[in-house]
């Protein structure tokens, strides 16, 4: 035999479909928030990404820039002449 806890008292039934209300709307409340959290963060992650991948190839430019022999005569691009001249 199963007693109804509000069997006797309407007005607490009345108070714990408020709080159940409140506490569903407060659970969308938060369920859209971790949505919108977990878009931000997906976007930060692919930005690190390919910050890391340019990262990664610019220092393998100055490894090869690093690499290079020394010409002759040190190259000034202010002094090289454009090619129409």
């Known amino acids: 035999m199963t007693s109804d806890p509000f ?3 309407p007005s607490g039934a009345a108070d ?3 709080r159940l209300e ?3 709307f407060e659970l969308a409340h938060l369920q859209r928030l971790y949505d919108q959290l977990n878009e931000v963060v997906t976007q ?3 930005q690190v ?3 890391a991948k340019q ?3 610019l220092q393998t430019q ?3 820039v690093k690499q290079k ?3 002759a005569e040190p190259f000034d691009p202010l002094e090289e002449k454009p090619p129409h001249y």
């Open 7 to 9: 069997a006797g008292d």
């Open 16 to 18: 714990s479909l408020d």
């Open 22 to 24: 409140r506490l569903e």
């Open 44 to 46: 930060q992650t692919r």
């Open 49 to 51: 990404d390919r910050q």
């Open 55 to 57: 990262i990664e190839h």
């Open 62 to 64: 100055l490894k090869e």
């Open 69 to 71: 022999p020394a010409s």
